[in-house]
């Protein structure tokens, strides 16, 4: 296609697309209700969901720690050997933020040898299920 008629083309797309047309995966128009304008700007809410999220995921280990106890891999010593890198502090400290933000939940057995166990809450399964999927991509694109 010479560079003329794919400037006409996707000419008459745009202005299909200004009157309330939309081009879909297989190039084919359908019609719908005109787009709304963007938003200028995100909401204070927006804002802070975005900062509680990158507080939770947004540190190297976060990920590592949720799949890990979604693989069962339940007491602080097995997280250490399973994760490969990191230290005691930074297990200590990811855990601390994660039971805070509510995507685990720790249980202690109390005995003669005393042991902690970490477990995912429901909503600590759906963003595993998430991570997964990030996962999944990373390693179809990569």
Request: overall charge positive.
């Amino acid at each position: 296609m010479t560079f003329t008629a794919h400037f006409e083309m996707s000419q008459n797309w745009r202005n299909r697309a200004q009157n309330g047309c939309h081009i879909d995966d297989g190039m084919n128009l359908y019609e719908h209700a005109p787009m709304k304008a963007p938003k200028k700007f995100l909401s204070l809410g927006e804002r802070s969901a975005y900062h509680c999220l990158e507080d939770i995921i947004g540190c190297k280990w976060s990920a590592g720690v949720v799949a890990a106890i979604h693989e069962n891999i339940k007491r602080p010593g097995e997280l250490e050997r399973y994760i490969p890198g990191i230290s005691k502090k930074i297990l200590n400290e990811r855990l601390r933020k994660l039971l805070e933000f509510g995507i685990i939940q720790r249980k202690e057995f109390p005995g003669k040898i005393p042991h902690v166990e970490y477990s995912l809450t429901p909503t600590g399964r759906q963003l595993a299920k998430i991570l997964h999927q990030i996962k999944k991509l990373n390693l179809l694109h990569s």
